[in-house]
């Protein structure tokens, strides 16, 4: 069977499955859509007409050439069309008649009637019933009282064949479909699994009748309805013991997982829900005393219950349970949650445990398990978060109560349960993506022409190091010691394995791209994984190697590109070296060595002296092609001794943390004067010590070697403990990525899984999850960040991640990753990982990002707010985990500058263990000279205009003391520092989460997602469906389809007088043949393949720009060259000029012009203006209608049921 006919289920979700008539002529039955060809689907059911020729070739219903004036509605009751179907060979059509009508909400008749003048050889003739593979299997298919079961795996072709069938019955999710055929008739039915011909459905095909070997007439007629299969929510009114809303985090009370009101889960709403096709209830807790759900909590929680009992009031016997919950700080798979007990009316019951992994899992993964489909999912602020929807089959018996039992190993959630008589299958829909009217294939290409409107190599002066060393200032940012009072800011990206490993030619030419492309500066980084010699001590590396390295290194550097580095990422050990660490680095069952060696640094001398042996290989070596050692070259910039190595965010925790206790006791003993602590605060603080001891003798080493970089670490994590560490470095580093994979099977392995959250309505969670580490007074570098294809909304990172950079003053960023595979940067190659060079939407959006930074077109904020650190307050409460600096906090960073200092009104550890203090604060802003000076010169420095610190005890108190500045963090902070402390153009307004920079530059609104940077080089905007957004000097109205929009100067003038623009217009785009494992996209199952697709979107871009002249407008492809010449039309205001974007172009006739993502004006002066396009689309010409020639579809031929 032709498997192209598939869209319904081979298209993602925000593709329209079936072009649907207008609303007024739509058959007015609940689940209907239909196509213009008559091709319908009623629930999860897709109906449409197939005829074989005599040598079984087919044609489907979706040729149908539709005769003048169809289809057509009548007021929602009767929907029909007439038209030619083409037929193999060019042979006279088939005439299709075909009459729809509404019976009810739920009901339909259908009348098919085909004819051929001549007659026609046919071998199969009828309607075909499309069965997703999903939702069929394992289910049956009833022809009378006879059940077809459609098997897990493919057996045969042919499933069932029956003659004389009166009633089918198909299953569907929510609600079965059952086909009636008319009083004294019958069907003729056959049943195929359609996976012999590489199908993904089951067909029921119903045979025309006459069945004729030369077809002249045959028709159909049947009744069709849907049968709900309901479910009836059961209240949690009694049971229920928590709200949904949390104000305050970590009072032990309140709502949901108490983390506070940006992690709960308010964005539930109360009310009826469907929520993977199970009917529940969700409660009000503003009417319930505060309550809405069930919490049951971990061992150690003693303010929730271990277990509630549940009473229903149903009568009769229920056969299924559904619950709509979640888990927090989850076991591994396969330990219990909780269990499930059922008590019946008849007096006997039975448990039904709940397994992590099967039955549920954590509120914030959203990947479906073997009993757990994701049923619901929002955005929280922090994240996006979900709830699944658990089966559990009862024994058909009256029910008296259910009672939830946790297992006390994790916070357990049930917002509400559902019992139902019939089963209701909660399956997920897979996706599989391939080109149509929606995805067009794209031609992607990465190098840029010189000069060209993408040629941004004028940026940057080369080479690298002309003006000596990187330093840091005093104000807190970079800048070259020979160029003093001159800073300097970084874009770049990282080259990761056999990226970093190229032959000359292409190290010239990958070089002179990326300087083309914006960057000055690259990271290596996985690169000591490849660099060592395979067998070998890890300090051994490989002199081939090493010389593609150097020249790599020397191509950069000719270029004015700096290079930044790791000297731990990736490489391994052999057994015997790996023993040599200790500290039971023997154990056999250590399954990730690399992060072992992380953990084992700090407090092994054999891992130090191993980190020192490679370090000295790599800097003291003499660079060929620069004739200087990387430890002299003042082209190395930054190095991080190990990356991500914070001491408490690495795997093998448990087997580590011992390790770690077992010399806590002495470490007490040599320390006495320590204050009093919980044993877990105790550990924290170990932790923390041995870590900063670990960076202070890498550091010692390196510059030992003369190294001339500046040096950082734990470049990863935002928590309050890292504050004194960082204060150490010379620059703050971390690490942010949009929607990261999670990999539910093994690690970096298919299936991966994804959130497909949207940024702008998550708050910009990245970049804002990093803002906190900024120190204040020290330089801040991003060396990761990505926003990670597939999501679908990442094209607002071309927006967000330099508006927000900019804002908040910040020093060098680094896209994570240009590739991680040579061979990808040369040819083409899908879109594959973090890759931005095979993403088409990254790759521009990078660009983008690049040179909005580095010119600074984002204007700094004029003000700071500084969160204070204290000392135990630090150390958080949980064993090996460090306490998250306050989500209130950091969207303050959305309207001016934030960071974090460390204040202590005494040290509480002996000599420098702890390292910088600061001088007490208590005094806020208005301190006196003295022990101050140091502290209030810094915060003068940077204008720091509020310090927060954190809740004193369990209480909330938010009032400053004496209007002295201090406040302290909860969910009135961003609102009352705002109000008191910044001035307009600064705003919130909590009820649309919406947040104006305190430049004015910057807007963003949560609630509908829209977002807009105005200055006077850039102007952008993130836009969903219908959206309008107005900048000072551009407009955007967008289309259906979401994209991001920017209009930024080449030539550096202003827009007002700039005489040379690009325009970028993003959308999404896919592989084709990616495949995802249900409709939200969550689940990726294959990446795909070549070519590119990318997603039909347009925007009216409307310009108030120089009308002094004229302005020329190009379509141009990624490398900038000009393909297609452009008119612009007269925008909505009078003066403006309007760009009509659209990603795809239907006139092309070549794949390189079918789809267009940027675009160049420039203006020319004296010139005559070319004819502008009209402000509105000419009116579409109506089709008459020629009812003379309709068919009577009031005597269709039926088959009769044989006597």
Not at 42 to 47: C, E, Q, T
Not at 61 to 71: D, E, K, T
Not at 878 to 905: N, V, Y
Not at 1092 to 1110: F, N, Q
Request: proline share 6%; hydrophobic share 40%; with cysteine.
């Amino acid at each position: 069977m032709c498997a192209s006919r598939l869209l319904t289920y081979w298209i993602a979700l925000w593709i329209t499955a079936v072009a649907t008539c207008s609303s007024a002529d739509k058959l007015r039955v609940t689940g209907f859509e239909s196509d213009e060809s008559g091709s319908f689907r009623l629930g999860d059911i897709f109906f449409h007409i197939k005829h074989f020729d005599s040598h079984w070739k087919g044609v489907d219903q979706a040729a149908l050439q539709a005769a003048p004036g169809f289809p057509r509605g009548t007021g929602g009751d009767v929907w029909e069309t007439q038209g030619k179907l083409p037929v193999a060979g060019g042979a006279e059509p088939l005439q299709l008649a075909q009459r729809l009508k509404r019976l009810d909400d739920n009901g339909l008749r259908v009348n098919y009637l085909v004819t051929h003048a001549r007659g026609i050889p046919t071998r199969a003739l009828g309607l075909s019933l499309e069965i997703p593979l999903q939702l069929g299997v394992g289910q049956a298919v009833m022809l009378d009282a006879d059940a077809v079961r459609l098997p897990a795996e493919f057996r045969d072709l042919v499933l069932a064949e029956a003659p004389r069938v009166r009633t089918l019955r198909l299953p569907g999710r929510r609600c079965d479909v059952i086909i009636t055929a008319d009083p004294g008739t019958a069907f003729s039915v056959l049943i195929q699994d359609e996976r012999k011909f590489e199908g993904t459905h089951f067909t029921v095909r119903l045979q025309f009748f006459p069945a004729a070997e030369v077809l002249t007439k045959a028709g159909l007629t049947a009744t069709v309805r849907r049968i709900f299969n309901g479910s009836q929510p059961v209240s949690l009114k009694a049971a229920a013991n928590r709200g949904f809303r949390d104000d305050l985090a970590g009072d032990r009370s309140g709502g949901w997982t108490d983390q506070g009101p940006d992690n709960d889960m308010s964005p539930l709403k109360p009310g009826p829900l469907t929520a993977a096709g199970v009917d529940f209830e969700i409660l009000d807790a503003t009417a319930n005393g505060g309550n809405g759900a069930v919490v049951l909590g971990r061992a150690e929680q003693s303010e929730l219950p271990r277990s509630v009992t549940v009473t229903t009031r149903a009568t009769a016997p229920s056969g299924y349970l559904y619950l709509l919950h979640a888990t927090a700080g989850s076991p591994p798979n396969g330990m219990p949650v909780g269990t499930v007990r059922v008590r019946y009316a008849d007096g006997s019951g039975e448990a039904f445990p709940v397994i992590a992994g099967r039955d549920v899992s954590d509120w914030w993964k959203l990947d479906s398990k073997e009993n757990a489909r994701v049923g619901w999912a929002g955005e929280n602020g922090s994240a996006i978060v979900g709830l699944y929807v658990s089966r559990f089959t009862l024994s058909k018996k009256p029910v008296l109560d259910f009672t939830l039992e946790g297992s006390g190993q994790a916070a357990w959630m049930i917002a509400a349960l559902s019992t139902s008589a019939e089963e209701i299958r909660t399956l997920s829909m897979p996706v599989h993506v391939g080109a149509n009217g929606d995805w067009v294939p794209h031609q992607h290409a990465i190098d840029i022409l010189p000069g060209s409107v993408f040629d941004f190599s004028s940026l940057t002066e080369a080479p690298a190091g002309k003006f000596g060393p990187i330093v840091a200032t005093s104000d807190g940012h970079f800048e070259f010691r020979g160029r003093p009072g001159n800073r300097v800011r970084f874009w770049g990206v990282n080259l990761c394995f056999t990226a970093n490993y190229l032959d000359r030619k292409e190290a010239d030419a990958l070089a002179e791209r990326l300087k083309r492309s914006g960057y000055n500066a690259v990271r290596f980084h996985h690169f000591d994984g490849e660099l060592i010699r395979p067998g070998n001590p890890s300090w051994e590396v490989d002199a081939n190697k090493l010389d593609r390295l150097d020249y790599l290194f020397a191509a950069l550097k000719k270029r004015g590109i700096y290079i930044n580095i790791d000297l731990y990422t990736f490489r391994t050990f052999s057994d015997e070296e790996f023993k040599s660490f200790g500290h039971g680095s023997d154990d056999p069952e250590i399954t990730d060595r690399r992060a072992w060696f992380k953990w084992i640094l700090p407090i092994s001398a054999k891992a130090h002296e191993s980190w020192c042996k490679f370090a000295k290989r790599l800097l003291s070596h003499r660079n060929p092609y620069t004739g200087m050692t990387w430890a002299e070259d003042p082209a190395l910039i930054g190095i991080c001794p190990v990356n991500e190595d914070t001491i408490t965010m690495q795997s093998e925790r448990e087997p580590m943390l011992a390790a770690y206790e077992k010399l806590l006791p002495a470490w007490k003993e040599a320390n006495p004067r320590l204050p009093k602590m919980t044993p877990e605060e105790e550990l924290n603080l170990f932790l923390q010590v041995k870590q900063q001891e670990s960076d202070t003798r890498m550091r010692d080493y390196l510059k030992s070697l003369g190294v001339q970089a500046l040096i950082t670490g734990t470049n990863f994590g935002c928590n309050i403990t890292q504050v004194p560490l960082r204060e150490r470095y010379d620059y703050v580093d971390d690490h942010a990525y949009q929607d990261h994979p999670s990999f539910p099977k093994n690690p970096w392995a298919l299936p991966y899984t994804f959130r497909q959250g949207d940024a702008v309505k998550l708050l910009a969670n990245v970049p804002r999850s990093m803002f906190a580490s900024r120190i204040l007074g020290k330089p801040f570098t991003c060396t990761e960040f990505n926003y990670v294809q597939p999501n679908k909304f990442r094209a607002q990172g071309m927006m967000l991640m330099p508006a927000y950079a900019g804002l908040q003053d910040w020093d060098a960023m680094y896209n994570f990753e240009y590739s991680s595979d040579a061979a990808n940067m040369f040819t083409p190659a899908a879109a594959a990982g973090f890759s931005i060079v095979t993403d088409p939407i990254s790759l521009l959006a990078d660009r983008v990002g690049a040179l909005m930074f580095r010119r600074g077109d984002v204007m700094p904020a004029p003000s700071s707010v500084v969160f204070a650190a204290d000392g135990p307050g630090a150390l958080g409460r949980e064993k090996g985990r460090w306490p998250a600096f306050p989500a209130d906090f950091t969207h303050l960073g959305l309207i001016t500058r934030i960071g974090a200092m460390w204040q202590s009104a005494e040290e509480f550890l002996p000599g420098e263990t702890i390292g910088v203090v600061r001088e007490d604060i208590s005094g806020g802003l208005n301190m006196l000279d003295g022990k101050g000076k140091q502290l209030k010169a810094m915060l003068r420095k940077n204008r720091v205009v509020a310090i927060v610190s954190n809740p004193s005890g369990d209480a909330e108190s938010e009032a400053p003391e004496d209007g002295n500045g201090i406040y302290t963090s909860g969910s009135t902070l961003v609102e009352r520092v705002v109000q008191e402390r910044l001035k307009e153009p600064a705003r919130i307004d909590t009820a649309t989460r919406r947040f104006v920079s305190e430049t004015g530059e910057i807007e963003l609104t949560g609630h509908t997602g829209a977002f807009r940077v105005a200055t006077p080089l850039t102007e952008g905007f993130v836009v969903h469906s219908g959206q309008v957004l107005r900048g000072q000097r551009v407009t955007v109205r967008n289309g259906e389809v979401f994209g991001s929009v920017v209009v930024t100067s080449v030539d550096g003038a202003p827009l007002e007088f700039s005489q040379r623009l690009l325009v970028v217009h993003l959308t999404n785009s896919m592989n084709t043949g990616m495949s995802f494992a249900d409709e939200d996209l969550r689940r990726l199952d294959d990446t795909g393949r070549l070519p590119h697709l990318v997603r039909r979107g347009t925007a009216d871009i409307d310009l108030r720009l120089r009308g002094d002249g004229v302005w020329r407008a190009y379509a141009v492809d990624a490398t900038g060259l000009r393909k297609e010449d452009l008119v612009l039309g007269q925008g909505a205001e009078p003066g403006d000029l309007r760009l009509r974007a659209s990603t795809v172009n239907d006139t092309a006739t070549t794949l390189w012009d079918k789809t267009t993502l940027a675009y160049e004006l420039v203006f020319v002066a004296n010139q005559q203006p070319r004819a502008a396009l009209p402000v509105t689309a000419p009116p579409v010409q109506e089709i008459p209608q020629n009812p003379d020639e309709a068919v009577d579809m009031d005597h269709i031929p039926t088959a009769p049921i044989a006597k």
